[in-house]
């Protein structure tokens, strides 16, 4: 296969500083639990609460990017001492990862990306350091392959990645972006020469050349066939063209090795949330955002994979992704202090309803149809709690350690 130039990771401190989601929140696999995220004044913390908001648990003083194994037990997250593996019923804590914080002189950020394998059993790991010594600043990243979650030495899979990955469904193959090399970088702009590489066995493979920024999102529509977030530009190309690039939504198939474009998505390539990206569980249908046009925020979008045909759904807000309450709800961030989760369909029928001139009416069915959950009630009881300690936990094999007398394992969320 011939060489091309490729995606890779733009790491300069300022597309973090500038684009980094401020908000972040996942539902649990059997769909009842959602764990909560903030950064700054955006209620800092890791919170676990029911659908409805109910049963809220501080896990963490700070964090970020959690996420919930396969089987719901553990949740992974980043906070103040490092990347965490955090089991719900027991509340303990595994540290995985060291935030290293005093051993790294000159480290002005660094902060993980947490991925699980399918299976529960596996763990990807995107770490990313900003360095400074005397008036230089330099990005170090790198993807580590937990195998063994008994014994945490993690493999490093490749340096300079891009910031996500995604893993096949059948757990086999782990896609990723990487920086072609020394010089990658393009002028003054937050953009890469790389190529999109695939994880199976134990040697990644460069399958296609890209241009890209840190934030784009790869995942696995099949196990044969990958769709990621791609620049979209006129070959070939000068740094007066960078302006004119935009990201694009493309799928590879590894089959016929061969890329196809499915859609371009409009906004600029400095944009969070035109980088953005979420598959359906079931992955008939992606969630992104529109940011060009004027808009003063970003238009939430839907994509049908099997009929091409896309939809307005709300608008969302910048620096917080939206993500997927089953196959049919979505939730997404109204404000800092409000998460809403409602249907596709009430969602794209209030869109619809605006887009027509009646946006009280279109209000009034989003209110009685909705899901509203005031985070800043529901968190305010918990803020002077003091965060639990990190203390080992059990064997991932074993049975899950009975619960703190004081604190039950979370409970089902009937109220639906």
């Not at 400095?270 to 992606?286: E, G, I, N, T, Y």
């Not at 608008?315 to 249907?343: C, I, K, S």
């Amino acid at each position: 296969m011939k060489h091309l130039p490729a995606v890779a990771v733009g790491l300069a401190l300022a597309a973090l500083a500038g684009c980094f989601p401020e908000q972040w929140a996942e539902v649990s696999p059997d769909g009842r639990h959602l764990v909560y995220t903030g950064l700054k004044d955006n209620h800092p913390g890791v919170f676990l609460m029911t659908l409805d908001g109910k049963e809220p648990r501080r896990l963490a003083a700070s964090g970020f990017a959690p996420q919930f194994s396969p089987d719901g037990r553990y949740v992974a997250f980043q906070d103040d001492s490092g990347l965490v593996l955090y089991e719900l019923a027991s509340q303990n804590r595994r540290l995985l990862v060291p935030a290293d914080k005093q051993a790294e002189p000159g480290l002005q950020m660094k902060f993980m990306l947490p991925q699980w394998r399918p299976d529960g059993r596996a763990l990807a790991v995107t770490v990313y350091r900003n360095i400074r010594v005397a008036d230089q600043e330099r990005q170090e990243t790198a993807l580590l392959l937990f195998n063994d979650l008994e014994k945490p030495e993690p493999q490093v899979v490749a340096e300079g990645v891009g910031l996500k990955c995604g893993w096949s469904p059948d757990g086999k193959r782990l896609a990723f972006f990487r920086k072609e090399g020394p010089g990658a970088e393009l002028p003054e702009s937050e953009l890469y020469w790389g190529s999109i590489n695939i994880r199976e066995g134990n040697a990644p493979r460069a399958v296609a050349g890209v241009l890209f920024n840190p934030w784009q999102s790869v995942q696995w529509l099949a196990t044969d066939r990958l769709l990621f977030v791609g620049t979209r530009v006129s070959l070939p190309m000068t740094i007066n063209d960078v302006d004119r690039a935009r990201p694009a939504i493309h799928a590879y198939d590894l089959v016929t090795k061969g890329i196809s474009l499915v859609f371009e998505i409009p906004g600029g390539m400095d944009d969070l949330m035109a980088q953005w990206f979420a598959l359906s569980p079931d992955r008939k249908r992606l969630l992104y955002c529109v940011t060009a046009g004027g808009a003063s925020a970003p238009q939430l979008r839907l994509y049908d994979i099997a009929t091409g045909e896309s939809a307005t759904l709300a608008t969302a807000m910048a620096q917080r992704y939206p993500f997927w309450v089953g196959n049919d709800r979505v939730g997404l961030f109204v404000n800092e202090h409000v998460l809403r989760l409602a249907t596709v369909e009430d969602l794209k029928l209030a869109a619809q309803l605006e887009a027509a001139g009646k946006a009280d009416e279109a209000a009034d069915h989003i209110a009685k149809n909705a899901r509203r959950l005031d985070l800043k009630a529901i968190l305010a009881p918990l803020e002077k709690e003091t965060p639990p300690a990190l203390t080992p936990a059990p064997p991932l094999s074993g049975q899950p350690a009975p619960a703190p007398r004081n604190a039950a394992p979370p409970t089902p969320d009937r109220s639906r």
